[in-house]
């Protein structure tokens, strides 16, 4: 069923070849994904349907998606999208978010657990990115579910009353004491970050740390709360916990050997031209370049100025020393993404704060496929592949939209209508990447204004002059990208077949096959020449 959809079997037996039918199933496929974003915003992230509604609308507009949706090609990342979310919409309804007591929450419903890791499978076959929602599952499960009523052994838990005026009547009503339900403790309407021990005075003293400290306290008090007692006692209290991870992780093995095994046993292969960084001797350049990859994605999605359909030979030069002034970014990336860690775990000890953690799961896992830590990738940089981590920036981005205007509380206008402007400005940009998506001339002609030192955008538009019988503009635009990537074998190749000169087109053939031997069309074009 996923490959019925992604690809265009099902557009091809019901509208033939008619290109609007593949654009008009992928619009549908992004309204969807982002109905059920503001969904899950609505009630596993904010709940608040104004910032769902926010961040569901900041991520429809955002330009970044523009080549997932408009491309045949990206439907794989719409659609392992949305199974996405609804594998980690099943996996929440599956854990017991009511109960309250000495053990880490039950599973409610294995309906709703099994359904989550068929959802799963579904993504994972669409997108291998799509595996990476069993990571998020289990990550936010131990962290936002599991401790949502743990009993500490130090005065048990309390529901926190809700802050209320003093003059108002509703500030003398009582939480109501807690039920047992098939001998499970349970409270009435407790959200899953709604209750807390109450505040010990170590926790008051704390409560002037800088973010860092609060961090590292927060990390030392649940430390000591885990070992208080025996691994025993431990594996006891985490028990349903641990079933769910034991069986989610024993089904991602067994899923991932069943993927290697119809992909032959091997990972597919790459050339040079695909992701250059892979192929340096150097240690340090493939890691201080991996390193700037994930700053410059990360850019992509804070300021999306510059787009391109692609992004490999010559558009991102390689770092081969520490002192390159690119490190810069990385150094940044890496500040920020462990202030925000840090803030999440000082916020743990809260129970508040949820959608800091649910964005970052959201933005780095999906990514991680994608950063070439496990295995080497066929690209540099895929703007279509930040359609799922864009999901965890628009949280954060939201989250911190909210928490600015609270502490400006004057200007709160001001940071709404420059919110109101940035999706005016969104929503433009997007139009105008659309349109760049039109026709096949207009692509290429864009790739060769907007990265005019990418060998491979000149060599894809050459391709198209050549097509259209522009041969002269063709030999420009192949040898540009000869100038800019001499180890091009199929421009040398592409250029023999628009020479007039014998020799000359000989010449190019055996450079090509020089470059690789098992080029086929230079084989066939050289000995039809020499025939």
Known sequence: VPYFWCWP????????????????????????????????????????????FVTALFFAVHPIHTEAVTGIVGRADVLACLLFLLAFLSYNRSVDQLYVGEHFPPTASPFFLLLSLFLGTCAMLVKETGVTVFGVCLVYDFFSLSCN???????????????????????????????????????????????????????????????????????????????????????????????????????VILMLYFRLWIMGGSMPMFSEQDNPASFSPYLLTRFLTYSYLLAFNA??????????????????????????????????????????????????????????????LFLVFPFIPASN????????????????????????????????????????????????????????????QNEIWLS???LFSSGVKTLPHNAKVHYNYANFLKDQGRNVEAIYHYKTALKLYPRHASALN??????????????????????????????????????
């Open 299 to 360: 850019w992509l999605l804070l300021a999306p100025i510059t787009l391109c359909y692609d992004w490999q030979v010559g558009s991102i030069p390689l770092i081969e020393s520490v002192w390159d002034a690119r490190n810069l970014a990385t150094v940044f990336l890496v500040l920020v993404m462990t202030l925000l860690s840090l803030h999440c775990i000082a916020a743990f000890k809260k129970l508040e704060h949820k959608e800091v953690l649910v964005g970052l």
């Open 9 to 52: 079997v099902l557009n091809v037996l019901l509208a033939g070849m008619n290109p609007f039918y593949f654009h008009a199933v992928n619009v549908i496929l992004h309204c969807l994904v982002t109905l059920v974003l503001m969904y899950t915003c609505d009630k596993a992230v904010f709940k608040d349907c104004r910032l769902a």
């Open 440 to 442: 096949r001339e207009s």
């Open 149 to 251: 009523g743990l009993k500490l052994r130090n005065g048990g838990i309390h529901q926190r009353p809700a802050r209320q005026p003093a003059a108002s009547p509703s500030a003398s009503l009582q939480v109501p004491p807690a039920g047992r339900e098939n001998g499970k403790h349970r409270f009435a309407h407790r959200g899953t970050w709604s209750s807390c021990h109450p505040a010990s005075p170590e926790e008051q003293r704390s409560g002037g740390l800088s973010v860092p400290s609060k961090a590292m306290w927060a990390i030392r008090r649940y430390c000591c709360y885990l070992t208080a007692n025996n691994n025993q006692n431990f594996l006891y209290t985490a028990r349903p916990f641990l079933k769910r991870a034991a069986l989610v992780i024993s089904y």
């Open 373 to 432: 830590l496990f295995f080497r990738v066929g690209f540099v940089v895929a703007e279509r592949v930040l359609y799922m981590p864009s999901m965890g920036y628009c949280i954060l981005f939201v989250h911190g939209l909210k928490k600015l205007s609270t502490w400006l509380n004057k200007w709160r206008i001001t940071v709404l209508t420059l919110f109101a402007l940035l999706l005016l400005l969104f929503s433009w940009k997007t139009v105008k």
């Open 494 to 531: 592409n250029l023999g077949t628009l020479t007039k000169d014998v020799a000359e087109a000989k010449d190019y053939y055996r450079r090509a096959l020089q470059l690789n031997p098992q080029h086929n069309r230079a084989l066939f074009n050289l000995g039809n020449l020499l025939k």
